[in-house]
């Protein structure tokens, strides 16, 4: 019987530098492989059988952000706010597709990140409503 660690490396393959579970992927790209009939992913098995165990409450996050990457080094240990800040820190343009660029981006003092072009149109359509 194959140990969980050759398990792992049976279906993995090297890209870009990169470990990448060439198994199972959800719809958000994360490998799963069943572990006694129970889906596990597969960043956090990495993450145990190099690191040990996952206190209670805390997530497995990546610091290259590529979900199907598995290797250790690539991982780090973090509350679900801080993997929230990772995500929110990582995207590259607003929910109306502005991109965050130097021009187009207000950083509020409490260092969150704003839209410009967004911040204009809500202006305009807030002037509409009042009939300025």
């Known amino acids: 019987m194959k140990t969980l660690q050759q398990r792992l490396n049976s279906k ?32 956090r098995l990495a993450w145990e059988i190099a690191y040990g165990s996952i206190p209670e409450g805390i ?3 990546h610091l290259c952000d590529t979900p199907p990457c598995i290797l250790p080094w690539h991982l780090y240990l973090g509350t679900p706010a801080d993997n929230m800040r990772d995500m929110a820190r990582r995207k590259t343009s607003c929910v109306h597709g502005h991109p965050f660029d130097e021009a187009n981006t207000y950083y509020a ?11 204009v149109c809500n202006t305009h359509r807030y002037r509409g409503r009042k009939g300025r």
Do not use: F
């Open 109 to 119: 003092p409490n260092g969150g990140r704003h839209c410009r072009a967004c911040a």
């Open 59 to 61: 997530q497995v996050l």
């Open 12 to 43: 993995t393959y090297v890209q870009d530098g990169h470990l990448i579970w060439g198994g199972y992927l959800d719809r958000y790209g994360y490998g799963k492989m069943a572990v006694e009939s129970k889906p596990l992913l597969t960043h």
